[in-house]
């Protein structure tokens, strides 16, 4: 049996719906559908059971949960950089997830979860995946330094050598249709274009980039999800893990190819970025893969172009889900 928190969430069901291209459908999915439309996410999944988070954690605090687990999934979290509750955050990023990893490790089970590049913040002190310099990073935002806080305590506390955590970049595709302003541009874009036939981009307020041309590390979600399953495959690896490209583009590169996706001329404009987020805004990321590639993943990722040209065409222009 294979659990999945989060599993009505954006990379969590897109797990879910790759174990079942794999015939594996014995899974319990664990989230916290609430008022948002997440709920649809699982209608073209299969699995044995559907647990709301909080019955998840009585279960695994009072040891009631079956003998026959192989593996955790922990994707379960408030994923909105936005989110200011700093309290919410800890409870609910760092806290559930130190109970369910110290469960997971005392039962011998695989624990593969959910860390973020947000822990890198602007990046100056690089994007290497190195478990020993965790604690030189700087967060720009309390969610980054939720997920921080947890890759500190696993690796403080030995959990690092049995566990896996997966530092995902800008993952976008299929699925996150449910996440209102943390979607993906890819999809913000191609409704901006429907709607009115041109995309809005923040200008720089950075001298080395110009506008449109800050530097990102997409990722499609079908990609992040195949080196996600590359864990559950090899159980002996463990650590902290990237999950990117190792090659950026910038945002004129992404809003250009949704415009070609969709057969239009492309018509950008630049707009001034809100206060609230230009002292925490990224000009440059870059996932550093090599670990992951020295671990033995050696398939290439799904170019920008297309990967968007799939998702407008064969998801977006068809309100389909994975």
Same mark, same amino acid.
């Given at each position: 049996?294979?659990?999945?928190?989060?599993?009505?969430?954006?990379?969590?069901?897109? @797990?879910?719906?790759?174990?079942?291209?794999?015939? @594996?459908?014995?899974?319990?999915?664990?989230?916290?559908?609430?008022?948002?439309?997440?709920?649809?996410?699982?209608?073209?999944?299969?699995? *044995?059971?559907?647990?709301?988070?909080?019955?998840?954690?009585?279960?695994?605090?009072?040891?009631?949960?079956?003998?026959?687990?192989?593996?955790?999934?922990?994707?379960?979290?408030?994923?909105?950089? *936005?989110?200011?509750?700093?309290?919410?955050? @800890?409870?609910?990023?760092?806290?559930?997830?130190?109970?369910?990893?110290?469960?997971?490790?005392?039962?011998?089970?695989?624990?593969?979860?959910?860390?973020?590049?947000?822990?890198?913040?602007?990046?100056?002190?690089?994007?290497?995946?190195?478990?020993?310099? @965790?604690?030189?990073?700087?967060?720009?935002?309390?969610?980054?330094?939720?997920?921080?806080?947890?890759?500190?305590?696993?690796?403080?506390?030995?959990?690092?050598?049995?566990?896996?955590?997966?530092?995902?970049?800008?993952?976008?595709?299929?699925?996150?249709?449910?996440?209102?302003?943390?979607?993906?541009?890819?999809?913000?874009?191609?409704?901006?274009?429907?709607?009115?036939?041109?995309?809005?981009?923040?200008?720089?307020?950075?001298?080395?980039?110009?506008?449109?041309?800050?530097?990102?590390?997409?990722?499609?979600?079908?990609?992040?999800?195949?080196?996600?399953?590359?864990?559950?495959?090899?159980?002996?690896?463990?650590?902290?893990?990237?999950?990117?490209?190792?090659?950026?583009?910038?945002?004129?590169?992404?809003?250009?190819?949704?415009?070609?996706?969709?057969?239009?001329?492309?018509?950008?404009?630049?707009?001034?970025?809100?206060?609230?987020?230009?002292?925490?805004?990224?000009?440059?990321?870059?996932?550093?893969?090599?670990?992951?590639?020295?671990?033995?993943?050696?398939?290439? *990722?799904?170019?920008?172009?297309?990967?968007?040209?799939?998702y407008v065409q064969n998801y977006l222009n068809t309100n389909e889900f994975l």
């Amino acid at each position: 049996m294979i659990i999945v928190t989060g599993g009505a969430g954006f990379i969590g069901s897109a @797990i879910i719906a790759e174990l079942n291209k794999r015939k @594996i459908y014995d899974i319990i999915v664990v989230d916290q559908l609430g008022s948002d439309n997440k709920w649809k996410n699982l209608r073209n999944l299969s699995f *044995t059971d559907y647990i709301e988070n909080d019955d998840f954690l009585e279960l695994i605090i009072h040891d009631q949960i079956e003998d026959s687990v192989e593996a955790i999934f922990h994707l379960g979290a408030c994923s909105d950089t *936005t989110e200011n509750d700093a309290s919410y955050l @800890i409870k609910n990023n760092y806290e559930y997830t130190k109970v369910l990893a110290s469960w997971a490790v005392d039962s011998d089970v695989r624990f593969i979860y959910a860390s973020s590049a947000a822990t890198y913040g602007d990046g100056e002190n690089g994007f290497v995946d190195n478990e020993m310099e @965790i604690d030189s990073l700087r967060p720009l935002n309390m969610y980054g330094y939720s997920k921080q806080l947890f890759d500190l305590w696993a690796y403080q506390n030995g959990l690092l050598e049995q566990i896996v955590g997966l530092k995902y970049f800008n993952v976008f595709g299929p699925n996150e249709y449910h996440k209102a302003n943390m979607r993906s541009f890819i999809l913000k874009s191609f409704e901006q274009i429907n709607a009115s036939g041109k995309v809005s981009l923040f200008k720089s307020y950075h001298p080395d980039y110009k506008d449109g041309e800050q530097l990102r590390d997409f990722i499609y979600v079908k990609d992040a999800v195949d080196m996600t399953l590359f864990f559950l495959e090899n159980p002996d690896i463990s650590g902290l893990f990237n999950i990117g490209t190792a090659a950026p583009r910038t945002w004129l590169d992404l809003v250009k190819s949704v415009f070609a996706a969709m057969g239009r001329k492309p018509d950008i404009e630049f707009v001034e970025m809100p206060d609230s987020i230009k002292n925490q805004y990224q000009y440059y990321t870059c996932a550093d893969i090599t670990k992951i590639r020295e671990a033995g993943y050696d398939k290439e *990722t799904t170019s920008l172009e297309d990967s968007i040209k799939d998702y407008v065409q064969n998801y977006l222009n068809t309100n389909e889900f994975l």
